[in-house]
C-alpha cells in the first residue's frame, strides 16, 4: 500500500475545498431563510392581489411552517441514511421548483399548495447542513468560524428578506419574492453536485423506521399547526389538538424505545448540552421572531413607513450581526468559552426587549427602534454561534444529522411560538382598547407594548435557562 504524503500544496487544496463547500452550504441556507422572513412585508399585496381574508392570509405563512417544522426530524434522520449530500441536493431542487410555482400563483389554493412543497424542500435542505458543516470542520478553533459565518448568514438572511421582501414588491410585485429563488436555486444546486462530497450514509436499512417515522412528523405537524392557529380557534379545539400531539408524541417514544433499529436514538436527549441548548433556542428564538414580525408591523401601522422604507429600517441588523458574527464571534468564544458569550448575549437581548416594550404611539424611528435593534443584532451575533457550538458539541458523529434537525425544528418551534403567543396578545389588547373608544394608532401601540412585555419575559426565562443548564461541569 502506498502511503499519501501530506505536502502543504495538498493541505491548502483541502481547506479550501472545505471552506467553498461551506459557501454552498450557506447559500442554500440562505435561500430558505430569506423566504421565511421576505413574505411578511408581502403579505398587505398577496392579501389585496388574491382576496385572501384575515385569518387565511396566515395560511401564506402557516402552509410553509408546518411541513417545514414537521419534516426537519425526520429527514435529518434520513440524511444520516442515505447521504447528507443526496438530501441537501433534493432539498434544494423541490425548494426552486416549488418557489417557481409560488412566484406563477394566481389563486390561494395554488400559492397555498406551493408554500406547502416549499416547506418540503426547506426541511430536506435544512435538516443535514449542521451536520454536514461539523464533519467538514472536525477541529474545534476551525469549528467555531465556520458556525460563526454559518450563522451570521442565517441571522443576517432573517433580516435580509425584511429588506428585500419591500423591495421587491414596491418595485415590481410580490411573485418576485419568490422568483427571486430561481437563480439562486440553479447555481447553488450545480455548486453542490460539483463541490460536496459524497456520502453513502448508513443506509435505510440501518433505521428506516416507518412507524417511528409517521408518528414523529404527525405530531411535530400538528405541533406547529396548533401553535400557528391558535388565535383561530375555540380554546377546547386547540386543547384537545394539543392532546393528541402529545398523544402522539408518547407513542413515537414508547416505540423508539421498544424498536430494533429507531429512527431516533433516545440516547440523544441524554446529552446534557445538546438538550440545554434546544430548550434555550426555544425561548430565545421565540423572543426574535416575534420582535421580527411585530416589530416590522410597529414600524408599519405606529410609525406609518411604506413596504420600502419598513425594509430598509431593519438593514442595520443584518449588517450588525454580519460584521459581528464574521469578524469577532469565534475569537470571541475561543477567547471567553461559549457559555460565557452565550450569556453575555441573552443579556443584551433582554435589555433590547425592555427598551422596546416602551415604544410609544408617537415614537420615532431613531429613538424608538434603532436602539433596539442595535441591541438584539449584537445579543443574537454572540449568543447564536455559541448556542450552536454547545448543541453540536453534545452529539455523537453518527447523530450529527439528526441533532442538526432537531436544532432547526426547535427553531421552528420557537419561532412559531413566538409569533402565535405574542401576535395573539398584541391583537387582543388592541381589540380591548378600540372597543373601549381608544384611537386605532394608541390602541396598536398598546397592543404592541403588552407583547413586547412578554417577549422580554420569555427572554429572560432563556437567560435563566442557559445560566443553569448549560453551566461547564465544575463550575460554580
Known sequence: MTAVVETPTRTLHRTYSRWTALVVLCAGTLMTILDGNIVTVAMPAIQSDLGFSGPGLAWVVNAYLIPFGGLLLLVGRLGDLVGRKRMFAA???????????????TSQGMLIAARAL???????????????????????????????????????????????????????????????????????????????????????????????????????MLTVYVIVGSGDRAVTTTLLLALLALALFTAFTVRQARAVRPLLRLRLFGSRLLSGANAVQILMIATMYGFQFLGALYVQRVLGFGEL??????????????????????????????????????????????????????????????????????????????????????????????????????????????LAVLSVLAAGRTEGLLEGGTGLVAATAEGYQVAFRVGTGIAVGALVLAAVVLRPRGKV
Open 91 to 105: 432539498g434544494l431542487a423541490v425548494f426552486t421548483a416549488a418557489s417557481v410555482l409560488c412566484g406563477v400563483a
Open 118 to 220: 416549499q416547506g418540503v424542500g426547506g426541511a430536506m435542505t435544512s435538516a443535514v447542513v449542521l451536520g454536514m458543516l461539523v464533519a467538514l470542520f472536525p477541529e474545534p478553533r476551525e469549528q467555531a468560524r465556520a458556525i460563526a459565518v454559518f450563522s451570521a448568514v442565517g441571522a443576517a438572511g432573517g433580516a435580509l428578506g425584511t429588506f428585500l421582501g419591500g423591495a421587491l414588491t414596491q418595485a415590481l410585485n410580490w411573485h418576485w419574492i419568490f422568483l427571486i429563488n430561481l437563480p439562486i436555486g440553479i447555481v447553488a444546486l450545480l455548486a453542490a453536485v460539483r463541490v460536496l462530497d459524497a456520502e453513502d450514509g448508513e443506509g435505510l436499512g440501518r433505521g428506516a423506521d416507518y412507524p417511528g417515522a409517521a408518528l414523529v412528523t404527525g405530531a411535530l
Open 309 to 418: 422604507l419598513t425594509g430598509t429600517a431593519f438593514l442595520p441588523a443584518p449588517i450588525v450581526i454580519g460584521v459581528l458574527m464574521l469578524g469577532l464571534s469565534a475569537r470571541t468564544i475561543g477567547r471567553f468559552g461559549a457559555y460565557r458569550v452565550l450569556l453575555a448575549g441573552l443579556v443584551l437581548i433582554v435589555a433590547g426587549m425592555a427598551l422596546l416594550s416602551r415604544a410609544p404611539a408617537d415614537g420615532s424611528y431613531v429613538v424608538d427602534v434603532l436602539p433596539v435593534l442595535l441591541l438584539l443584532a449584537t445579543g443574537f451575533a454572540a449568543a447564536m454561534p455559541a448556542l450552536t457550538g454547545l448543541a453540536m458539541s453534545g452529539a455523537r458523529e453518527e447523530d450529527a444529522g439528526l441533532a442538526s434537525g432537531l436544532f432547526n425544528t426547535t427553531q421552528v418551534v420557537g419561532g412559531s411560538l413566538g
